[in-house]
């Protein structure tokens, strides 16, 4: 199979690796997109010339990357959001999909890369069922607060909350997708695929916590956020009937999100996660504890949830 010429029916930036990781094949848009002449790339390592990575900063192309660890056990690809370097040394967000190619029954295979820039998070329309990660955040006390200070101070809070979260959930790949006075939903794995969403969310949260206590500390008293995050298959899409670029996930994980938000207070502790999310963690785990027989609103059955202490 020519696969270069393969390549070059398609418009999009497009490249290919050998079972080795290195790159065989690079067509004129991918030339375009990333800055490297095809002479620049042939022979090369892929994790060397793109070193992309996820929302983490986790190193993607590498040795045991995901794309060769799937093909060595004949499982799918998974398309993914990540960043890849260009030439120029900028990073750029791309959505990368993957085609194995094998010809007969040798045991070598391609793999074709196909890199576009991911599209913005206001560009989403009807995706359909998609497995996210829904996290929930709410100040402790905010009612309270709400009652007792002028709108002005109320206003200046919100604000500044809303902007420290969306700062921090973006940066981990996620998006801000409904704002209700101190309540903020976030999504991680839509409208973009996103690899490790559940340690995305997680983390996103612990820096949420972390951070909150200091926010404008000369205007406002010391804060405290209370944080839920659930795994599962939700509807996403847009909302039509409201303004243009509005959209959400919809379904289990979005409302059991909510709820494990709100025994937060119950328990005392800073994060609730379910046991969806909690099973797909690597490190970021260790300092959650198992909360077992825990019923959650709205549910008659009980659950093993696992939970993260209030920090000093």
């Known amino acids: 199979m020519d696969v270069s010429a393969l390549l070059e029916t398609t418009a999009e930036a497009a490249l290919a690796t050998d ?11 991918a030339e375009h997109l990333l800055g490297f002449a095809s002479e620049e790339v042939l022979g090369r390592p892929c994790a060397e010339v793109l070193a992309g990575q996820d929302a983490l900063g986790t190193p993607l192309c590498r040795d045991d990357c995901h794309v060769r660890c799937a093909t060595r056990q ?3 690809v998974p398309s993914a959001v990540m960043e890849v370097r260009r030439k120029s040394g900028e990073r750029l967000r791309a959505w990368v999909s993957v085609m194995v190619v094998r010809e007969g029954r040798s045991p070598g295979w391609t793999a074709i890369h196909s890199v576009r820039p991911a599209k913005p998070a206001d560009a989403v329309g009807h995706l359909g069922e998609r497995e996210v990660t829904v996290l929930f955040t709410d100040i402790r006390g905010y009612t309270r607060y709400a009652d007792t200070r002028p709108p002005r101070d109320v206003f200046s809070l919100v604000g500044g909350y809303a902007e420290l979260v969306s700062g921090i959930v973006q940066r981990f790949g996620g998006s801000v997708v409904e704002f209700s006075g101190d309540g903020l939903m976030s999504v991680f794995g839509a409208p973009d695929e996103l690899l490790h969403k559940e340690s995305a969310a997680v983390r996103a949260a612990r820096e949420i916590v972390a951070s909150i206590g200091g926010l404008d500390r000369e205007r406002h008293p010391p ?14 899409g847009g909302l039509p009937a409201l303004q243009a670029g509005t959209w959400s996930a919809i379904g289990s994980p979005t409302n059991r999100a909510a709820r494990l ?13 379910d046991s969806a999310t909690w099973r797909r963690l690597g490190r970021e785990r260790e300092d959650f504890r198992r909360q077992a027989n825990t019923r959650l609103r709205g549910s008659d059955a009980s659950e093993n949830v696992y939970t993260l202490a209030l920090t000093e």
């Open 74 to 76: 004949s499982e799918p």
């Open 223 to 236: 804060l405290a956020v209370g944080a839920g995050i659930a795994t599962g298959v939700a509807f996403v």
């Open 261 to 273: 938000q709100t025994l937060t207070r119950a328990l005392d502790v800073s994060i609730v996660i």
């Open 19 to 29: 079972e080795s990781g290195l790159i065989v094949a690079w067509n004129a848009p």
